[in-house]
T-cell receptor
Framework: GAVVSQHPSWVICKSGTSVKIECRSL??????MFWYRQFPKQSLMLMAT?????????EQGVEKDKFLINHASLTLSTLTVTSAHPEDSSFYIC???????????????FGPGTRLTVL | AQSVTQPDIHITVSEGASLELRCNYS??????LFWYVQSPGQGLQLLLK??????LVQGIKGFEAEFKRSQSSFNLRKPSVHWSDAAEYFC????????????FGKGTSLLVTP
């Protein structure tokens, strides 16, 4: 159990276009999902906390108008990279916290990641 | 400031040798501690976690970690490394100002030689 999926797994887009990445909890409900980005050979950095039914909380330095997050249901959060530029190329990983207590309440389950390349 | 430190960027061990990856944290109280492994181009897999109780934690794939409060450490160990263990290892901490979000160390890249 506790599976998190991401779609797409990889995407290549032109500079200036927008890209949407989906994060789904497949077998549990998640009021809270997290979005991380990882540059090559670096660690994961938290971008934002996505809360179902409310606005996302962004970390300092993350542009909320550029990285739009929507958490419309208990199983789906989306990250839209607007007007993408080459410097946005990265590995984006989401995680979800199971509200029902599968695993320990504090455990997060990670998606497989989405590799974005902006040309 | 809250921080997670993995002092070793790269570690090389021979197959069959023992392994210890270091992790130190700086938090106001005892946080929740995790070790994840990431293979190239892949997502994260949880190896083990510590919330409370027994300070020696057993995980998957033969890994274990020991929480030492006095040293603010949570080092990962494996008695005998396999070639398939070559990957990136991340220590992560949850708690304090970050709430449920995870604060990751910079990672340690493990290379296993024949």
């Amino acid at each position: 159990g506790a599976v998190v999926s991401q779609h797409p797994s990889w995407v290549i887009c032109k500079s200036g276009t927008s890209v949407k990445i989906e994060c789904r909890s497949l077998d549990f409900q998640a009021t809270t999902m997290f979005w991380y980005r990882q540059f090559p050979k670096q660690s994961l950095m938290l971008m934002a906390t996505s809360n179902e039914g409310s606005k996302a909380t962004y970390e300092q330095g993350v542009e909320k108008d550029k990285f739009l997050i929507n958490h419309a249901s208990l199983t789906l959060s989306t990250l839209t990279v607007t007007s993408a530029h080459p410097e946005d190329s990265s590995f984006y990983i989401c995680s979800a916290r199971d509200i029902s207590g599968q695993g320990a309440n504090n455990e997060q389950f990670f998606g497989p990641g989405t590799r974005l390349t902006v040309l | 400031a809250q921080s997670v430190t993995q002092p070793d960027i790269h570690i090389t061990v021979s197959e069959g040798a023992s392994l210890e990856l270091r992790c130190n944290y700086s938090y106001g109280a005892t946080p929740y501690l995790f070790w994840y492994v990431q293979s190239p181009g892949q997502g994260l897999q949880l190896l083990l976690k510590y919330f409370s109780g027994d300070t020696l934690v057993q995980g998957i794939k033969g890994f274990e970690a020991e929480f030492k409060r006095s040293q603010s450490s949570f080092n990962l160990r494996k008695p005998s490394v396999h070639w398939s263990d070559a990957a990136e290892y991340f220590c992560a901490v949850q708690g304090g100002n970050s709430g449920y979000a995870l604060n990751f160390g910079k990672g340690t890249s493990l290379l296993v030689t024949p």
